[in-house]
């Protein structure tokens, strides 16, 4: 089987196209900390919250950037990373 640049950007090692996956620990912990924001929306518990999903979120762009299972999952980090420093210093 030729490994092309679609293979390589849409396939894992065992040749399934992936594109979503479930949510790892980092995601899942994202995303529980940022609906937890939107229930306590003021006060040091918000600013502890707004810092775990920040962190738990820069963990996952970075782990999918460097161990993503293909190219899109990867480039998929780099975008998120790109966009939490760009949001970050507007």
């Known amino acids: 089987m030729e490994n092309t640049l679609v293979d390589k950007t849409f396939r894992d090692s065992d040749g399934k196209i992936v594109v979503a996956q479930m949510p790892n620990p980092p995601l899942i912990l994202w995303i529980v900390a940022s609906l937890l924001t939107l229930v306590f929306t003021s006060g040091k518990i918000n600013t502890v919250l707004d810092f ?37 210093i507007q």
């Not at 979120?57 to 990867?74: H, I, P, S």
């Open 52 to 88: 775990v999903a920040n962190g738990a979120l820069f963990t996952w762009a970075w782990m999918e950037l460097f161990q993503g299972v293909n190219y899109f999952r990867r480039a998929l980090g780099l975008a998120v990373l790109i966009g939490m420093i760009a949001y970050r």
